[in-house]
């Protein structure tokens, strides 16, 4: 690096400072195809491109995990082996690297105890304080924990003195803060007992309704060989002795046919096996079970509040931890503010930039006793940005996915300001993003495409905004796209009454949905719309929800498996065949028997990275060679599943490949706009926008007046909005009513009808501000929502 001096000489510059890009060449992870890209350090780089086109691969597989791994090497082998082993991504050449920190969508632990004060060390703070300052004074900062039991102990212990052992007694106390009415979970459950059993069947005619209590399995081994009642008579002549072993009977030793199993009463294994798991975290039949068996009502010993009584009369100017917690953090730095011990002044003082943090960061509205498992993607991604704003660290690399999401154009202004600072502060912000609202601020942009899957992976234009704009790529397209409001909107055929709705934040919400229309709710981030949806709707609504909640699924889960699409496919070539349906799955009987079905081979190598190679065998086919003999409509089960949906779609739609289950399943898939995906791909390797259109595509097949849809357009591009709003629509046409909870303002302009909650987030939301039809709410602007809308559609 050279500089003219003015005498006409030049001077070479520090070397150092040639350092100013990241190098990426030869990229080639997932879909990627080679690609070669210069980021500059020090800017805002925002990644575009339509969802599947390799944003995700580039920013997180490529660049932060070749970060992570190498932060990860310079830490002793001993350490190493406590980390996860990454490998090294497929590039050529990684240049320029710096600490990256990844702040993503994976939602926060559904663990019941998990709350948004204990994810961000809050409560570790505030236990301190109140051991330090709470009058009465209890204990140590443990005594106010809900996740720690009181226990006490006494008994003799052994002590040698010289050559004698003398035998002494001892006692032993630790004061915890858990309740022990609910254990710290805040709330206690009762039990509907006609939805565990049919008391007019035995045990053996399948009177236990409980899912997975088939007594075929494990369960009936245990259930009919415990020998505590006669698994031939009817539930309903059981002694008083005989049901409560049954239902309650405490976790017992027994022998069955010679093996030692231990049984367990029906409520103490369903608490065990479905109620330790957060709602949210569980599968939708199971979720479906326990709504209809288990009622969950606030512990009326700590009030739900998780602490038992030592701990709530233990206060701070007349606040105890509980009241603190249960507070607004916007109302904290207050009550922080009265506090003036110079005692405890560095515990204050973090507790304060915490709280302005989250302020800042417009979470303000939560309170720190909310569960983590209840939060949006969108808030637990903001969440973890919080350690991260008033950081000294430096020349450090954020990365950032969609950090919009979940939030109303109000609030993307102030996310904007936050990427902007943390750049101004030296360091380099990478955000993946589809809002032209935040690709505007950037500084330089990388777009992918120019489609997904197979044919994404390429970079198709790199450089400022504005040449973004004149570029001709689809981004550069659809970056000034505006949907118009309708000039007619469709009339209610009915209506769903929400009467008294005052979950979390609702301030006794009286509201009439209309049916047979497309309306969306509405509304700033934390103004009650979760709220007024998930929680507020009569509970014999006819309701289908698809929600934001991850899919769960290994690397051997694939769209043909988690649609259900494989089970005809399966039966299809079977019946063709004259051979089992099990032949045909990877997981099961047709499986390669030296990679199990997975198609590669994995080495462990202790600390270093696991070594992944094609199987030898199967030539990643994942089948047997027999199975891969047999063919329907001219091809065998491996090719089936290597084609895209599309493909798939045509093939099973006519002619000997005709199979109409597999053909509707795959229409759905494709008017989701998933027609590029392969049947076989694994679902660990889709991005967020992909895994919402899946589930949505699941979902479009079952039964159900009511679709509710929760911000759909999360992870879609500006030019999938477009044939999302055209799917919406179709549904409607087909009878259902659908409501969307959502931000975009081009759904919003799409609706028939509007409900704007608001006017503010917290305890200054909860209220109906609006409602009526888009242009209506245009031309009031009367609420924030409103004026966004006007300004978006140009009224």
Known sequence: MSTASQDGTTTVGHPADVHDVIRVQGARENNLRDIDVEI??????????????????????????????????????????????????????????????????????????????TVTDANAMLRILFSKLGEPHVGSPAAYSFNVPSVSASGAIKIERGNKTIAEKATFNRLGGMCPRCEGKGSVTDFDLTALYDEN????????????????????RIYRGCGFF??????????????????????????????????????????????????????????????????????????????????????????????????????????????????VAPLVQGLRHLVDSMIEIGLGYLSLDRPSGTLSGGEAQRVKMVRHLGSALTDVTYV?????????PHDIRRMNDLLIRLRDKGNTVLVVEHKPETIAIADHVIDLGPGAGHDGGQVCYEGDVAGLRASGTITGRHLDDRVSLKETVREPT?????????????????????????????????????????????????????????????????????????????????KANGVKPSLFSANSEGACPNCNGAGVVYTELGMMATVSHPCEECEGKRFQAAVLE???????????????????????????????????????????????????????????????????????????????LDEPTTGLHLADVEQLLGLLDRLV???????????????????????????????????????????????????????????????
């Open 40 to 117: 500059p350090k020090r800017r805002l780089t925002v990644f575009t491109g339509v969802s599947g086109s390799g944003k995700s691969s580039l920013v997180f597989s490529t660049i932060a995990a070749e970060s992570q791994r190498l932060i990860n090497e310079t830490y002793s082998a001993f350490v190493q082996g406590f980390m996860p082993s990454l490998a090294r991504p497929d590039v050529d050449v990684l240049d320029g690297l710096t600490t990256a920190i990844i702040v993503d969508q994976e939602r926060l632990g559904a663990d019941t105890r998990s709350t948004v004060g």
């Open 201 to 220: 069947k035995s045990l053996n005619e399948g009177a236990i309704t409980v899912p997975g209590y088939s007594m075929d399995g494990w369960y009936g």
């Open 230 to 343: 006669d698994p031939d008579k009817p539930i309903k002549k059981f002694t008083k002795k005989q049901l409560h072993d049954l239902l309650y009977k405490e976790p017992t030793k027994i022998k069955v046919d010679g093996v030692n199993l231990t049984y367990a009463g029906l409520i103490p294994q369903i608490q065990k096996s479905f109620l330790n798991k957060d709602r949210e975290a569980m599968q939708p039949h199971i979720r479906a079970f326990v709504d209809r068996a288990v009622t969950f009502t606030t512990c009326p010993e700590c009030d739900g509040t998780r602490l038992a009584e030592h701990a709530r009369k233990s206060k701070i100017h007349g606040k105890s931890i509980a009241d603190v917690c249960a507070m607004q953090i916007s109302d904290l730095p207050e009550w922080l503010a009265k506090i003036d011990d110079p005692g």
């Open 400 to 408: 950032f996915d969609e950090p919009t999401i979940g939030l109303h």
């Open 494 to 574: 009915g209506k769903l009454e929400i009467r008294g709705g005052n979950a979390n934040n609702l301030q006794n919400v009286d509201v009439d949905i209309p049916l047979g229309v497309l309306c969306v709710i509405t509304g700033v981030a934390g103004s009650g719309k979760s709220s007024l949806i998930h929680y507020s709707m009569p509970k014999d609504a006819d309701v289908v929800t698809v929600d934001q909640s991850p899919i769960s699924g290994s690397r051997r889960s694939n769209p043909a498996t988690y649609t259900g699409l494989l089970d005809p496919i399966r039966k299809a070539f079977a």
């Open 630 to 708: 047999y063919t329907f409509g001219g091809r065998n089960i491996s090719e089936v599943l290597e084609m895209s949906v599309s493909e798939a779609e045509a093939f099973f739609a006519e002619g000997e490949a005709r199979v109409p289950a597999a053909h509707k399943i795959l229409q759905r898939l494709s008017d989701v706009g998933l027609g590029y995906l392969t049947l076989g791909q694994p679902l660990t390797t889709l991005s967020g926008g992909e895994r919402q259109r899946l589930k949505l595509a699941t979902h479009m097949g079952q039964e159900g007046g009511i679709y509710v």
């Open 733 to 795: 046409d087909s009878g259902k009513s659908v409501l969307v909870i959502e931000h975009h303002q081009a759904v919003m302009a799409h609706a028939d009808w509007i409900i704007d909650l608001g006017p503010g987030a917290g305890h200054d939301g909860g209220r109906i501000v609006f409602e009526g039809t888009p242009a209506k709410l245009v031309a009031d602007r009367s609420t924030l929502t409103g004026q966004h809308l006007a300004e978006y559609v140009g009224a």
